[in-house]
C-alpha cells in the first residue's frame, strides 16, 4: 500500500521544507509539492515535523553484565526505542576469549530474532588480538556487514583489552575498513582506586563516582588517540562525558587525527548528586563513565553545537533498580553498571537542546539520526529523507509536553532515569521501512519484523565536512 505524508515540515541535516513524501513498497519514492494521493493512505503531519528516524549507535540489549543479565531485550528495547522516534539500533554483539567471532555474532542474531521490531546492526566487541582472531575479522566485515570493533579500557578482569589489543585492533580496522570504538577509561588505576574505596569501608553508590575521576577518561581517550594517529586508523570515543575527554578529541582533531566522538543523554541533564541520593537510590544512576560534577554540562552541549562531539548513543543497558541493582547493595562495585536510556535519547535532546536554543533542528538530526548513520555505513538507506531511501520516518509533535515515569515508559526496567523531568516534544508516529511501528503514540508493530542491518565498511568520504574545529 502506497502512503502519503502531507502538510509536514521535513527537516534533515541539511534542510528544512514543506513537502510531501510518497513511500512505496517501504522505500520513498518521491518528494514534491501536491503529489496526487490517489491510490495512497494519507497521513497528515500538519503542525508537526517529519524527522528520518533515529539511528542509536549505542545499545546493550539482553546483555550479560555484572552478574546479571540486562531487563530489556530485542522485544522491549525495540519498542521502547520506537516510542522514541529510533528506528535503527546498532548493539555491542560481546565476544569471549578463546571462541571464534562468528559464535558470538550467531549468540547475538539469536537475541534478536523474531523479537526487534526495527532494523539493528551489531559491533563487534574485541578483548584479544591473535592469528585466529586477525583470519577472522575479514569475513566479520564482508559477510556479517560489522564495520566497527568496540574496545574496552576499563573492566579490569572482565571486558578491559590492554594497549597492545588496542593498538593492534587499530592497525587492523584501517587495513580492513573498520571503526573502532573505545570505552575510554583508565581500567587499572580504577581498579586501584575501587579496592582501596572498599578497604576504607566507603560502599555507597557515591563512590562509584570519586572513584572513576574525569582525569582517568582524559587521559584514556587522550592516549585511544595518540594511537589512532600513530596507526593512522580512526576512532569514535562511545559515551563521553567530560571537559578533560572533549579536550582530548579537540586537540586531536585539529591534529588531523579521525576522532568522533558520541555522548549521552544523561550526561547531558542529570550530575553526580544523583549518586548520593538516600536508600540506595544512587544505585540507580551508576554507569561508566560515571555522572560528572554539573559544570560539564555546558561543555558537552558546546561540544555538540561546535562539532566536537558528534552524536548521541543512549548506552541502554538497563537493570531494575529491585532485584539487579540490588546486587551492590553493600558494595557500590558490585552494582550492575547501566541505566534505561533508549527511550528518552530524542525527547531529551529536542526539548533541552532545540527547544532551549542550544541546537538548531538540523544539528539535532544530524546528532540523532544523520551522523551515525554516516560513520556506520548505513547512509543513506538510514539517516535522512530522500528519494531511494527507507522510509525510516518518525512525525514529531514540537509543542507536546510530557513527564517522564516509569509508569508510562515502554521499557521493561523499573525505574526511570527521568523520573519526573518535563520534556517538550515527542514522537507521535514512527515508520520503519513504510510501515507504522507508532502510531497516535501506540504500538502497532509486529515483533520481529525488524531487519538485520548489514553495514558498509567505515568510509571517511562519507563525510563532506571540513574536520578542523577550535576549542
Ligand atoms: O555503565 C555502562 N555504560 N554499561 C554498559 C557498558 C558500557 O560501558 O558501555
Ligand atoms: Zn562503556
Ligand atoms: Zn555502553
Ligand atoms: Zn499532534
Given amino acids: 500500500m502506497r502512503k502519503i505524508i502531507k502538510n509536514g515540515t521535513i527537516v534533515t541535516a541539511a534542510d528544512i521544507y514543506n513537502a510531501d513524501i510518497l513511500i512505496e513498497n517501504g522505500v520513498i519514492s518521491q518528494i514534491g509539492q501536491h503529489l496526487s494521493t490517489d491510490g495512497s493512505e494519507l ?60 559464535d558470538a555474532i550467531d549468540t547475538w542474531h539469536a537475541k534478536a530474532k523474531g523479537k526487534a521490531v526495527i532494523d539493528y546492526g551489531f559491533h563487534l566487541m574485541i578483548g584479544e588480538v591473535n592469528d585466529t582472531v586477525l583470519s577472522e575479522l575479514p569475513s566479520v566485515i564482508e559477510e556479517e556487514g560489522i564495520s566497527s570493533f568496540k574496545v574496552f579500557m576499563a573492566y579490569k578482569n572482565v571486558l578491559q583489552a590492554d594497549d597492545e589489543t588496542l593498538f593492534q585492533t587499530l592497525v587492523a580496522a584501517k587495513e580492513l575498513g573498520a571503526l573502532v570504538m573505545v570505552h575510554a577509561e583508565n581500567g587499572d588505576v580504577i581498579d586501584y582506586l575501587v579496592k582501596k574505596a572498599l578497604k576504607e569501608g566507603n560502599i555507597d553508590p557515591i563512590f562509584h563516582a570519586f572513584t572513576r575521576p574525569a582525569e582517568i577518561e582524559g587521559e584514556a581517550t587522550g592516549r585511544a588517540a595518540t594511537f589512532t594517529g600513530l596507526s593512522n586508523s580512526q576512532i569514535y570515543i562511545v559515551h563521553v562525558t567530560c571537559e578533560e575527554a572533549v579536550r582530548q578529541i579537540a586537540e586531536a582533531r585539529n591534529n588531523g587525527v579521525d576522532i568522533w566522538g558520541e555522548t549521552c543523554p544523561q550526561y547531558l541533564v542529570l550530575d553526580q548528586t544523583y549518586l548520593e541520593r538516600e536508600n540506595f537510590e544512587g544505585a ?101 529523507i530522500a528519494v531511494g531511501v527507507d522510509a525510516d520516518i518518525v512525525i514529531f509533535d514540537p509543542n507536546s509536553e510530557r513527564i517522564i515515569s516509569a509508569e508510562s515508559h515502554q521499557m521493561a526496567v523499573d525505574y526511570s532515569a527521568y523520573e519526573g523531568m518535563k520534556v517538550t516534544g515527542e514522537p507521535v508516529s514512527v515508520l520503519s521501512r513504510g510501515e507504522f511501528v507508532v502510531r497516535d503514540k501506540k504500538f502497532v508493530g509486529k515483533l520481529g519484523s525488524g531487519q538485520y542491518l548489514k553495514r558498509a565498511k567505515y568510509n571517511i568520504s562519507n563525510e563532506s565536512e571540513d574536520k578542523t574545529y577550535t576549542i
Fill in 43 to 102: 497521513i497528515d503531519a500538519e503542525g508537526h515535523y517529519v524527522f528520518p528516524g533515529g539511528v542509536d549507535p549505542h545499545t546493550h540489549l539482553e546483555m550479560p553484565f555484572g552478574g546479571t543479565v540486562t531487563k530489556d531485550d530485542f522485544e522491549t528495547g525495540t519498542i521502547a526505542a520506537a516510542f522514541g522516534g529510533t528506528t535503527s539500533i546498532i548493539d555491542f554483539c560481546l565476544t569471549n576469549k578463546g571462541e571464534p567471532l562468528k
Fill in 284 to 384: 540507580k544512576y551508576v554507569w561508566s563513565p560515571p555522572l560528572r560534577e554539573k559544570r560539564h554540562q555546558d561543555v558537552l552541549w558546546n561540544a555538540l553545537k561546535t562539532g566536537q562531539l558528534h552524536t548521541i548513543g543512549s548506552d541502554q543497558c538497563s537493570f531494575d533498580f529491585n532485584g539487579q541493582k540490588d546486587l551492590g547493595k553493600d558494595d557500590f562495585s558490585k552494582i550492575p553498571n547501566g541505566g534505561p536510556h533508549i527511550e528518552d535519547r530524542l525527547s531529551i535532546l529536542f526539548s533541552e537542546g532545540v527547544t532551549k536554543g542550544r541546537l538548531s533542528l538540523n544539528q539535532f538530526v544530524d546528532i540523532t539520526s544523520t551522523r551515525a548513520a554516516k560513520l556506520f555505513g548505513l547512509y543513506p538507506q538510514k539517516g535522512t
